[in-house]
C-alpha cells in the first residue's frame, strides 16, 4: 500500500505545480488586461493579490505534502482523509480564499481516481 501511496503523492505533486502555474498564467493575462485598459488598476491589484494567496496556499499545501509522514498508513484513503483535514485547516487558520480549497479538493479527488482504476 506504501507504493500506492507514494504514486498518489507524485502525482498530486505534479498537479499542484500545474495548479500553480495555472494560477501566474490568470495573473499574466490580467496584466495584459490591465494593459489593454480592459480593467482597472485597482481590479488588476485586487485579483493578483487574491491570485498571490492561492499560489501562497499551493507552496504550503506542497511542503505539507513533502512534509507528511505517509509511511504510518496502510490504506490510501485515511490517508488521503488526513491530507484534506490538514490542508482544510490551513485555509482555516489562514487568511486564503475558499476557491483554493475547492482546487485543491479537486485535485486531490482527480489523484484519488486516478490512482483507484
Given at each position: 500500500m506504501e507504493k500506492q501511496i507514494r504514486k498518489f503523492v507524485?502525482?498530486?505533486k505534479i498537479e499542484l505545480r500545474d495548479l500553480e502555474q495555472d494560477i501566474h498564467?490568470?495573473?499574466?493575462?490580467?496584466a495584459d488586461k490591465l494593459k489593454e485598459k480592459e480593467i482597472t488598476n485597482f481590479v488588476y491589484k485586487e485579483n493578483t493579490a487574491l491570485l498571490m494567496r492561492e499560489v501562497r496556499l499551493v507552496k504550503e499545501a506542497m511542503k505539507d505534502l513533502n512534509?507528511?509522514?505517509?509511511?504510518?498508513?496502510e490504506e490510501i484513503?485515511?490517508?488521503?482523509d488526513d491530507l484534506q483535514e490538514l490542508f482544510h485547516n490551513h485555509l482555516n487558520s489562514s487568511a486564503f480564499p475558499q476557491a483554493i480549497h475547492v482546487l485543491l479538493t479537486r485535485k486531490i479527488e482527480k489523484v484519488r481516481d486516478y490512482i483507484k482504476l
Open positions: 507524485d502525482i498530486l498564467t490568470l495573473s499574466t493575462a490580467l512534509n507528511f509522514d505517509f509511511a504510518q498508513y484513503d485515511p490517508f488521503i
